[in-house]
């Protein structure tokens, strides 16, 4: 899932300054997983937002809600009232909520209330980590099921580098090597002959580095009677 | 010969090789660069110039290179996948090699979090050893990663690194074979102060044959003071520096010739290790006590080989 965390409230606070009437909108998929956006994170940032606000003088008002999920337009045109009455719409989703409100009404002035920071996982209670960089060619088949792209500081794809000590990454000692869990796993799965094999150059064209991604299903599209179908049933 | 430079030369003809190291200066100022080389002269056989070792911004390896040519003086140029992409390390390996650059070490690269540019955004497109892969294919059939196929093809010696004491140990030399079999001709060891683990690795390597296919630079600091040792052993992950080493520098009574002695001893040992063909001296900070280094080991004067 998609990893975020809260802005600081000063930085939040300067966004919406200039504006008056604040509507925040959280959500309840992935930020409210990782405690950043959900329900109790909108109560909270509205009220402590409400007092700031007060305190720093300044006559605004702020209105709170969350949604099922503020990636998909179905979801945001349902509060479509509410966010057309804001002044500025403070997104506490990840950065595809935002953007998708944004997108859908582009005279609004969205603000991230969130610092969207990975793709991970909860590792336990309030520690989450980063597993996947969505590089569009998986290959952890071959790596034990660990990914070496995230979970490697230099995403390397030939084994540990120099600097793996005592099974960590040189970048952080608090943090696992990742190509040493690898080695460990594939130990395990009595499967270390691929840890022999010499991976060349890895594609990065299927990753960010070929431009911006997006993927079109032709068999998943809806057919022109299916989409006046769908405009008649609203 | 696959390039012929000295070094190949000296490794080729079975003569116990010597490398020493070159930090370029962090503003661009030749004039350290030519110093050293000039002291340095005639006590290795090729000189490493590092690639902004740690992630701090120096003068380039290749004009470092190019600088200490001027002096008549063999490079080695070190060439990380830190900084940047396949398109610019081909481009930088076609310069260096039109300026007549031929030992080039390929190397992963240091995070940048150790050094002066922690905003930086990393490359890693490569790691070393799909460096060394694309770099042999680009040497011996001029095929360039994309699949461009060019005429020139450029002449090189190349090695790698490698660390024997960086975990799992028992990775280590198959690592190395990975490096060979992607056409590592030489390689340049990380120091090595815990001479059993360094025996052990070299064990596995010649169980392996690996001693056959590539030429071991053993890699070795000199010590100026008990708090380098003990920095090494404790902040420098990938590092093992035994405790009886650091007491010996702390007991001594002059720290920097106690530091000079180990480096000596570490040298005569290491030239009885079965599969070892020479020694790697990365004398950081201290590039002078090179020559006096190399000379306490025996190793003077350094062989000419047509």
């Not at chain 2, 290749?62 to 001027?70: K, L, N, Q």
């Not at chain 2, 030489?186 to 390597?205: G, L, S």
């Amino acid at each position: 899932m998609i990893i975020a965390e809260r802005k600081p409230l000063g930085e939040i606070a300067m966004m919406v300054a200039p504006h008056e009437k604040v509507t925040v909108i959280g959500c309840r998929s992935c930020v409210a997983i990782c405690l950043a956006g959900g329900e109790k994170e909108v109560d909270t940032l509205v009220s402590a937002m409400k007092l700031k606000s007060m305190n720093e003088g300044r006559t605004q008002y702020f209105d709170g809600f969350v949604l099922e999920r503020q990636c998909e337009k179905e979801w945001v045109k349902e509060v479509e009232d509410k966010i057309l009455a804001a002044d500025v719409v403070l997104s506490m989703s990840c950065s595809l909520g935002a953007q998708t409100i944004g997108d859908l009404y582009p005279e609004k002035i969205v603000v991230p209330g969130l610092n969207t920071a990975m793709f991970g996982v909860p590792e336990e209670q309030g520690v989450w980590s980063e597993k996947c960089l969505g590089c569009g060619d998986c290959i952890i088949h071959t790596t034990g099921g660990i990914c070496p792209i995230a979970r490697c500081a230099k995403s390397m794809l030939n084994g540990p580098c120099g600097g793996s000590s005592n099974g960590h990454c040189e970048v952080n000692l608090e943090i696992e090597c990742a190509w040493y869990a690898i080695y460990e796993r594939l130990k395990l799965q009595d499967r270390l002959d691929l840890m022999d094999t010499v991976r060349p150059p890895k594609e990065w064209s299927t990753s960010h580095s070929g431009g911006r991604r997006v993927i079109v299903r032709e068999d998943a599209k809806l057919t022109p009677h299916q989409i006046r179908g769908k405009e008649a049933s609203l | 010969m696959k390039a012929g430079s000295n070094l190949e030369k000296v490794l080729e003809a079975g003569k116990f090789a010597v490398t020493a190291e070159i930090g370029p200066p962090q503003s661009s100022n030749p004039e350290p660069l030519t110093h050293h080389a000039r002291m340095m002269k005639g006590s290795a056989d090729a000189f490493n110039l590092t690639d902004n070792q740690t992630a701090v911004v120096r003068l380039s390896s290749i004009a470092s290179a190019a600088i200490i040519m001027r002096e008549d003086i063999e490079p080695v140029i070190q060439m990380t996948c830190r900084d940047r992409n396949r398109i610019a390390l081909q481009s930088d390996l076609l310069g260096a090699s039109a300026i007549g650059v031929k030992n080039v070490l390929c190397l992963t690269g240091d995070h940048q979090t150790f050094g002066n540019e922690r905003a930086a955004k990393s490359v890693f497109d490569f790691d070393s050893v799909s460096e060394l892969y694309t770099f042999d294919k680009l040497r011996t059939e001029g095929l360039q990663s994309g699949g461009t196929v060019i005429d020139d093809k450029p002449e090189l010696y190349l090695g790698c690194a490698e660390n024997p004491f960086a975990t799992p140990y028992e990775f280590r030399a198959t690592r190395l074979a990975k490096k060979v079999d992607s056409g590592a001709d030489f390689v340049q060891t990380q120091a090595i102060f815990d001479m059993d683990m360094f025996e052990k690795w070299m064990d596995e390597v010649r169980s392996r044959g690996l001693d056959k296919k590539t030429h071991i630079l053993a890699g070795v600091i000199p010590m100026k003071t008990a708090g380098a040792a003990r920095y090494m052993k404790n902040k420098v992950p990938g590092m093992i520096v035994p405790d009886y080493i650091i007491e010996r520098m702390r007991n001594a009574s002059d720290a920097k010739e106690e530091g000079i002695r180990l480096c000596v001893e570490q040298i005569e040992t290491l030239k009885t290790i079965k599969g070892v063909h020479g020694v790697h001296v990365m004398a950081v900070m201290w590039e002078e006590m090179v020559p006096r280094i190399v000379e306490m080991a025996g190793l003077l004067p350094r062989p000419t080989v047509k």
